[in-house]
């Protein structure tokens, strides 16, 4: 993991380097408002937010332990350590932490890395499909006369393309996955075997994943619990923007108009490096707020910052308090959980594809 960080380490650094030595004529930015904007933070939307996250890590929690139901029972209540810790661990050490919770929760509850994995995998695919389907309905009720409306209209058609895409797919897979994993093994596998294999492997995951709910009653209740988890995600980039009183763009920012602001943050998180995607997540969600809200850029980076602490930061005190709890060390377990799923790969590739 450690060379992997390094390597990322390099080239975004390199690459920041590079855009701000292009851009440093171009650049204007009145350091002395954007603390203004942070001094003026009504905190009490910030707090809100905070909760509504915190909130969301339980119901995680929750349609974690349905999930595994099937197989065996499990109360959600000693699943809440694993995905503090978890989560924290990609805070800190981005992206390449991301199998630390299957990790976690399969050590603790004594189950295959295996099985949690297709836990973890499908999980994802229900929160792809949530998050498009509350951008795709918020965008559908926009009233005409908002700014860019053309634009997030045009982006909730695609969103909702995207969502029947997800249903489709998924459907093909519970029914022959086997198949569907076979096919884009052939055809990715001229570009690239590593990445051809990955995916196939990805594809049985989720595959595996889908048949653990066995029951109209599981898959129901995982989707609600996906909906309502992400109209509270949702909420909290609403509560966020509307702790800046000051700046009108923000503090009148309704539930529909923030849907691109969460998008762009969605998209900003997907390669998160460890500390240096801090950054490149706030800039990412500034430049949505300047583009699409008419934010002033500094206003706009303040927000930012407050974001990414808000939605993604805030679970690092709770994190490190159950990690304590439970003798874990942070940096270690990341680097087992990656081994661990090395070695779990390697088995599934050395396996014939069903």
């Not at 694993?82 to 199998?99: E, K, M, S, Y």
């Not at 994802?124 to 309905?137: C, E, H, K, N, Q």
Request: net charge positive.
């Amino acid at each position: 993991m450690k060379r992997r960080s390094g390597v990322l380490w390099a080239v975004l650094i390199a690459v920041l380097a590079v855009i701000v030595f292009v851009y440093r004529d171009r650049i204007h930015f009145d350091w002395k408002n954007f603390g203004e904007q942070l001094r003026h933070i009504q905190g009490g939307h910030a707090v809100a937010g905070i909760a509504l996250i915190y909130a969301t890590y339980w119901l995680r929690s929750v349609r974690w332990s349905v999930m595994v139901e099937p197989t065996k029972k499990v109360k959600a209540s000693a699943l809440i350590g694993p995905q503090f810790i978890g989560f924290t661990a990609v805070a800190l050490f981005g992206r390449l932490a991301d199998l630390t919770r299957p990790y976690l929760v399969a050590r603790k509850i004594g189950l295959p890395l295996s099985s949690q994995v297709a836990v973890y995998t499908l999980e994802r695919m229900f929160d792809l499909g949530a998050a498009a389907v509350i951008f795709s309905t918020a965008l559908a009720f926009m009233p005409k006369n908002m700014p860019h409306q053309q634009v997030f209209m045009r982006a909730g058609l695609w969103s909702l393309a995207f969502t029947l895409f997800i249903a489709l797919f998924a459907i093909a897979v519970r029914v022959a996955g086997g198949v569907v994993a076979g096919f884009a093994k052939a055809v990715l596998n001229p570009l690239s075997e590593n990445a051809a294999q990955s995916i196939a492997d990805k594809i049985i995951g989720f595959r595996e994943g889908l048949n653990a709910l066995k029951s109209w009653r599981e898959l129901i209740v995982v989707t609600v619990i996906s909906l309502l988890m992400w109209g509270m995600i949702a909420s909290a980039y609403v509560q966020t923007a509307h702790a800046f009183v000051q700046t009108p763009e923000l503090a009148n920012l309704s539930f529909s108009r923030a849907m691109l602001l969460m998008a762009a943050s969605i998209g900003g998180s997907l390669l998160q490096l460890p500390i240096v995607g801090w950054f490149t997540q706030i800039a990412v969600t500034a430049a949505a707020m300047h583009t699409f809200y008419g934010a002033p850029i500094e206003a706009a980076t303040a927000c930012g910052a407050l974001l990414l602490v808000v939605t993604f930061l805030c679970i690092i005190p709770a994190g490190l308090i159950f990690a304590q709890v439970e003798q874990v060390s942070l940096s270690r377990i990341a680097a087992e959980s990656e081994e661990a799923g090395k070695e779990a790969d390697a088995v599934q590739d050395a396996s014939p594809m069903p």
